[in-house]
């Protein structure tokens, strides 16, 4: 026998014995073990990431409330150069759709409301409110459509690019409408594009850190929400002489679309690659992030296997063929629709409340700054059913109270009715952030109840 090929032999097989053994060491850990013990639950890399993230959700808050400025009923003004304004024909308890149209005239011009512009103050109620019944029709279609692609092929990051450049596209073309159908039309794009971005923002966030910082993370996503939605006020205020809807759009709509180029720079979430089957790609993406961080993974630590996970189809018949499914998502919807209503109704509502609009929008906004904090410690601290029943019980009681405030006796002294008026902010204030808190709370209730496969389809 050849020495020489005795001792290749034993090198053969002293490689492969310890190619087994290398294989016999390897490491398999979950996607949060990995995060939490190499990468860092949260360090700078995961800082960026939630933070730009994150800056969706102040584009997305303005679009939804852009409307109570847009579409208002603007105040008007008896016409100069004449002492009809001192008589009976022309004062301030007139209705301009009885009166003759030179009697009268809108302060600031018909440009800054669509309501002045095509004339539809006096106009059926139902077709005033067309907009905002198709941008939210819209909005439902979408999420039905756009979640589970965020859930299937598409991903979280690449519908999230997608959801923003639609925004930015649609609120540009929307400036220029010619009447109140293509203006309606355009909102249910809107609607539509901009429908789970909020979704998108805090599934892609919480699921790049680990788990004992996700309530951080909400409480990020409310903040920018916030930011988003007191601009408005700000910027009505600050173009009170020269506001027009058309320009409005304009203002914010072009951000999101130089906003799509700085989500390039966001990584997709390990769990959505390792659900799509590119376990190697998801593993890349980790040490990507810990080499962001200053930490390494050892080369002999694998992403474990989430077999019964990734075997789970991401589609809505899940939601309603599974009964544990069923009963979870038809509990959350029946919440979400009464939270829904105060949510959006009240800062809707402002407009009919004997205050300030600007006041009324930029309270109703700063109330979201306490409710994040507040939502933020309710989630960590307390049980989520039993907060939910609580803060829909506040909301629904402090709604009764506007009703209140607002009904009138008699010919009230104006103290008398001032008084009225800041009880019946206070309590439209109350309603909304407890409302905003219940609301925070159910998402984050909503993220922990369903696996990643269909989380963005059920939430």
């Known amino acids: 026998m050849d020495p ?10 002293n490689s492969e014995l310890r190619q087994v053994q290398q294989e016999a060491e390897k490491n398999m850990l979950s996607v949060d073990e990995i995060i939490e013990t190499y990468v860092g639950g949260f360090g700078r890399a995961e800082l960026f990431q939630v933070v730009v993230v994150a800056l969706a959700g102040a584009f997305d808050a303005q679009q939804i409330f852009v409307t109570i400025f847009t579409d208002a009923q603007p105040s008007w003004r008896c016409t100069d150069g004449s002492q009809i304004a001192e008589t009976e024909i022309c004062n301030a308890q007139s209705s301009i759709c009885e009166m003759d149209p030179t009697l009268w005239e809108w302060e600031r011009g018909k440009e800054v409301s669509v309501i002045s512009e095509w ?10 409110g067309f907009p905002s019944l198709f941008f939210f029709t819209g909005a439902l279609l979408g999420s039905i459509i756009m979640g589970p692609l965020a859930d299937s092929w598409l991903g979280r990051k690449r519908t999230l690019v997608l959801s923003t450049v639609m925004l930015s596209l649609t609120g540009c073309l929307t400036s220029v409408s010619p009447n109140i159908w293509f203006y309606s039309l355009l909102r249910a794009l809107t609607g539509f594009g901009r429908s789970s971005i909020g979704t998108y923002c805090l599934v892609l966030s919480t699921e790049l850190v680990g788990r ?11 903040f920018s929400f916030t930011l988003g939605f007191l601009s408005l006020p700000a910027l009505a205020y600050l173009t009170r002489n020269s506001f027009s809807w058309r320009s409005t759009y304009i203002y914010i709509s072009v951000p999101p679309l130089a906003y799509s180029l700085l989500l390039l720079l966001v990584w997709e979430s390990p769990r959505w690659l390792l659900l799509s089957r590119n376990s190697a790609e998801a593993l890349k ?3 990507k992030m810990a080499e962001s961080n200053g930490r390494v993974i050892p080369e002999n630590i694998e992403i474990e296997d989430c077999i019964a996970e990734s075997r789970t189809e991401s589609s809505l018949s899940l939601l309603w063929t599974t009964k544990w499914a069923r009963s979870r998502l038809m509990s959350t919807m029946a919440v979400g629709y009464g939270i829904g209503l105060i949510y959006y109704g009240m800062p809707f509502g402002v407009v009919s409340l004997d205050f300030d609009l600007y006041l009324s929008v930029t309270f109703n906004a700063l109330s979201e700054v306490p409710a994040a904090i507040l939502a933020t410690i309710t989630v960590a601290k307390s049980g989520r059913r039993r907060a939910m029943i609580l803060l829909t019980l506040m909301s629904g009681m402090f709604c009764f109270l506007c009703v209140l405030c607002s009904m009138r006796i008699g010919d009230a002294p104006n103290s008398t009715a001032n008084r009225k008026n800041w009880a019946q902010i206070a309590a439209e204030v109350g309603a909304f952030f407890s409302a905003v808190i219940g609301f925070d709370v159910l998402l984050i209730y909503c993220l922990e109840l369903f696996p990643s496969s269909v989380r963005n389809s059920a939430m």
């Open 285 to 287: 993406c980790l040490r």
């Open 4 to 13: 020489s090929l005795s001792k290749e032999q034993v090198r053969s097989d």
């Open 119 to 128: 004339n539809l103050m006096c106009a059926n109620t139902i077709q005033a």
């Open 212 to 222: 004992k910082w996700r309530s951080l993370i909400g409480f990020i996503g409310y």
